[in-house]
């Protein structure tokens, strides 16, 4: 059973990369050419599937961790990989504390961009701190 959660866990990483890195750069590009009069529904969309899959692997990670299992070698730094996969998983809510709800579409691309950016390297830095 537990290489179940290993597999879903390991391809799950690539779809968090995936989602964020086309979510990062869609945003910055909505930003940087001023196309940010409303909130395009489709980027946002794009937000909360990265959102949805960031959770979900934090999500197969925690079910890991009860049963036992540690990334990598289970020595060393391994703990690590328990804070990068925090900020994967906590990073979107914690933007939308910063978000201004709407009033400045504007300032809510960027600091999602950012926070999404910061998503992608936290999730990069867990996959190298994860791995056997």
Same mark, same amino acid.
């Given at each position: 059973? @537990?290489?179940?959660?290993?597999?879903?866990?390991?391809?799950?990483?690539?779809?968090? %990369?995936?989602?964020g890195?086309?979510?990062?750069?869609?945003?910055?590009?909505?930003?940087?050419?001023?196309?940010?009069?409303?909130?395009n529904? @489709?980027?946002?969309?794009? %937000?909360?599937?990265?959102?949805?899959?960031? =959770? %979900?692997?934090?999500?197969l990670?925690?079910?890991?961790?009860?049963?036992?299992?540690?990334?990598?070698?289970?020595?060393?730094?391994?703990?690590?990989?328990?804070?990068?996969?925090?900020?994967?998983?906590?990073?979107l809510?914690? =933007? %939308?504390?910063?978000?201004?709800?709407?009033?400045?579409?504007?300032?809510?691309?960027?600091?999602?961009?950012?926070?999404?950016?910061?998503?992608? @390297?936290? =999730?990069?830095? =867990?996959?190298?701190?994860?791995?056997?």
């Amino acid at each position: 059973m @537990a290489q179940v959660f290993i597999t879903l866990h390991y391809w799950n990483q690539f779809l968090v %990369l995936a989602t964020g890195a086309i979510t990062t750069i869609w945003g910055f590009i909505l930003f940087f050419t001023k196309r940010t009069e409303t909130l395009n529904p @489709a980027w946002r969309i794009a %937000l909360i599937v990265t959102g949805c899959i960031a =959770a %979900l692997q934090g999500l197969l990670g925690i079910i890991m961790v009860i049963m036992g299992l540690r990334p990598g070698t289970g020595t060393g730094l391994y703990w690590l990989h328990y804070v990068y996969g925090a900020i994967v998983v906590f990073i979107l809510p914690v =933007a %939308l504390t910063y978000s201004s709800s709407g009033k400045n579409v504007r300032r809510d691309v960027l600091i999602f961009s950012i926070a999404t950016l910061v998503l992608v @390297a936290a =999730a990069i830095r =867990a996959m190298m701190t994860g791995p056997a």
